[in-house]
């Protein structure tokens, strides 16, 4: 992704996915909401700028970012969660997997990412352990965080990121401020507002 243009991730229309979304009206005003005060609409956005990536996802829950992710037929998705959620419909570019990715010892194929999303538990521990993995293996990609300013471990783990990042929560998650944010791992990634 070179750049990112919060005017043209505002344009994004998502009404089409609604058919992967559980029953539920209010997780349907996610995708339809023309205001939506989620991070779906960036998903979407990011995965639209190339082809041919391989994206890994880390918390599926419900499937609603890895099918924004999935916008882009010709990305892999490939998408881990702790609960089994095989019940719910998800785009045929998504692979599922259940448990923890380094439990798992599977941690290795971060590495050959192009983009990661972090959507976890939202303690900090876990997203610093990640963190600090592609860190120290000298990945060259972009990390997205969810809910950065959800709490205080959040922030605290937000903080103490010294590779180059961008608040996105204006483009991102901004209901109830929650936040979301860009890992830039390799200097890709320009921000116009």
Do not use: C
């Amino acid at each position: 992704m070179k750049h990112l243009i919060n005017k043209e991730v505002k344009k994004i229309k998502l009404s089409h996915l609604m058919h992967y979304v559980v029953r539920d009206e209010m997780k349907q005003n996610f995708y339809d909401d023309e205001t939506s005060p989620h991070h779906y609409k960036l998903l979407s956005y990011i995965s639209q700028q190339k082809d041919n990536q391989l994206i890994y996802e880390l918390g599926t829950h419900w499937g609603l970012s890895s099918t924004a992710l999935a916008e882009n037929k010709s990305n892999k998705i490939i998408s881990y969660d702790v609960a089994d959620r095989r019940h719910i419909k998800l785009p045929s570019n998504i692979e599922r997997r259940v448990g923890n990715i380094f439990t798992l010892k599977q941690e290795h194929e971060l590495l050959t990412a192009d983009i990661i999303f972090l959507d976890t538990a939202h303690r900090g521990d876990f997203e610093d352990l990640v963190y600090k993995y592609l860190k120290l293996n000298e990945w060259k990609g972009i990390l997205i965080l969810d809910d950065i300013n959800f709490n205080t471990p959040m922030r605290e783990f937000w903080n103490s990121i010294d590779v180059k990042k961008y608040d996105v929560t204006e483009v991102g998650h901004s209901e109830g401020n929650t936040g979301t944010g860009i890992v830039d791992f390799n200097n890709q990634v320009t921000l116009i507002k």
